[in-house]
């Protein structure tokens, strides 16, 4: 696979992106629990029928997630490409990294619990 400093075009940045998308999809397990989550999430947003602020806090909480996973998968990339042996360091690189995507989804966890709980306990528990 070659690779280019610069995206010659702005249909190749997608393409990059789009790529690297699918990679995090194909190669990290977690991606398709967050996968399923957010999946799960939007429709428990539409069965609802969440605000415009619901949503957004829904969606800040949501990319919060996978931005980590991207990162932290981009993070473990760098990491093997520059210390291809096991190295004390690089494991740490690696688990911080990991430490990141378990933090940022216990916060996505807690606020759909904040959003979306009135709206369960009100289907599972009518006044």
Same mark, same amino acid.
Request: hydrophobic content about 60%.
């Given at each position: 696979? *070659? %690779? !280019? ?9 997608? @393409? %990059?992106?789009? *790529?690297?998308?699918? %990679?995090?999809? @194909?190669? !990290? ?13 939007? /429709?428990?947003?539409?069965?609802? @029928?969440? $605000? ?22 981009? +993070?473990?990339?760098?990491? $093997?490409? /520059? *210390? &291809? !042996? ?8 690696? $688990? ?7 933090? /940022? =989804? ?9 959003? +979306?709980? &009135? %709206?369960?306990? =009100?289907?599972?528990? &009518?006044?």
């Amino acid at each position: 696979m *070659s %690779y !280019q400093r610069r995206a010659r075009s702005r249909l190749a940045s997608f @393409r %990059y992106a789009f *790529s690297g998308w699918w %990679y995090v999809l @194909r190669t !990290q397990r977690n991606a398709w629990i967050h996968t399923a989550a957010s999946l799960g999430v939007m /429709a428990a947003g539409v069965h609802f @029928r969440l $605000d415009r602020l619901e949503w957004a806090i829904m969606l800040l909480a949501m990319a919060l997630v996978w931005l980590a996973e991207f990162f932290n998968t981009a +993070l473990e990339a760098v990491v $093997d490409l /520059a *210390s &291809p !042996q096991l190295h004390p360091l690089a494991r740490v690189g690696k $688990d911080v990294g990991a430490a990141a995507v378990l933090i /940022a =989804a216990g916060a996505a966890a807690l606020i759909g619990i904040m959003v +979306l709980g &009135p %709206y369960m306990v =009100a289907l599972l528990w &009518p006044a």
